[in-house]
């Protein structure tokens, strides 16, 4: 069974750096591109990153220059270094496979992030 584990998240103030980490246990992440999705309360869920299993990285554009998505394809993880936060990067960070435009397994329970004025 596919299980993904986000964690590193926290309460973090204004210009702060946070490095967010999701593993995978069941081997889903090998050959499949990999994407973080955050959820903000009230809000729908929406994608952050996505890298490929070659390492190329494209980030939505609220976060382009912020946050850094990258990979260990030996530890079956990814991670999200987020720099300069901001209150609106406030939202549970989640993890998944992608393949094309498809998701694939299911949501981990994800990390919450706070961002404080």
């Known amino acids: 069974q596919v299980q993904l584990v986000e964690s590193g998240g926290g309460l973090v103030q204004a210009g702060g750096s946070l490095r967010l980490s999701c593993v995978d246990s069941?081997?889903?992440?090998?050959?499949?591109?990999v994407g973080w999705y955050r959820q903000a309360p009230e809000e729908q869920r929406e994608w952050v990153a996505r890298?490929?299993?070659?390492?190329?990285?494209t980030y939505a554009d609220s976060v382009k220059g912020r946050f850094t998505i990258s990979r260990d394809s030996a530890k079956n993880a990814v991670y999200l270094q987020m720099s300069s936060l901001k209150p609106e990067d406030t939202a549970v960070y989640y993890c998944?496979?992608?393949?094309?435009?498809?998701?694939?397994?299911?949501w981990g329970r994800g990390t919450q992030v706070t961002v404080s004025s």
């Open positions: 998944r496979a992608m393949y094309r435009t498809l998701l694939l397994g299911n």
């Open positions: 069941g081997s889903i992440f090998s050959g499949n591109d």
């Open positions: 890298i490929t299993v070659g390492g190329r990285a």
